[in-house]
């Protein structure tokens, strides 16, 4: 299997594409790099370690991240097991992927979709649901879009519209 690596920026739709591979007929990993960026605190007893609904995010980064996180990925990618992996499309990261040599596509919406993506954080952050929140998203938009931009000058880039989601381009 030939694994395309995708980072993709917040609120695209990784995850619902993610609990809907099967009606696109792909395998999917939607690899969350906050369990790899945070120090998790675990009971004990719990052998999932980060992975356990018990498992509490610190507030200490991982000196370890983004490195652990490259080494998930390409374990991952070894593998053979994944269509798709979608990963973070933090600044670090997609900087650590190029220093590793690992291809990706990079994600994103125009410029002018802010109102729209801030408003899906919205809805988000009203439905308990995780992931960006509206206002990170409204006060980091210009930063992170422009960072966006300039990694896909180099790289392949799927650039979405109004009212596009990750999906649209799995059709």
Request: negative net charge.
């Amino acid at each position: 299997m030939n694994t395309k690596i995708y980072s993709v920026f917040p609120a695209c739709g990784k995850t619902w594409l993610f609990e809907h591979q099967e009606d696109y007929g792909l395998k999917i990993l939607d690899s969350d790099s906050s369990y790899f960026s945070w120090i998790w605190e675990c009971p004990e007893d719990d052998e999932r370690g980060m992975y356990s609904p018990n498992a509490r995010k610190t507030k200490e980064r991982n000196p370890s991240f983004p490195q652990n996180y490259i080494d998930h990925i390409k374990c991952k990618v070894e593998s053979g097991k994944y269509d798709c992996i979608f990963v973070s499309s933090h600044a670090s990261v997609r900087e650590a992927l190029d220093e590793a040599g690992i291809e990706f596509t990079i994600v994103y919406p125009e410029s002018s979709c802010k109102a729209e993506w801030v408003g899906r954080c919205f809805i988000r952050d009203k439905n308990g649901e995780s992931g960006c929140g509206a206002d990170v998203m409204y006060n980091n938009w210009e930063q992170w879009i422009a960072e966006c931009v300039e990694t896909g000058t180099h790289h392949k880039e799927i650039v979405l519209r109004p009212r596009e989601h990750l999906s649209d381009c799995f059709e």
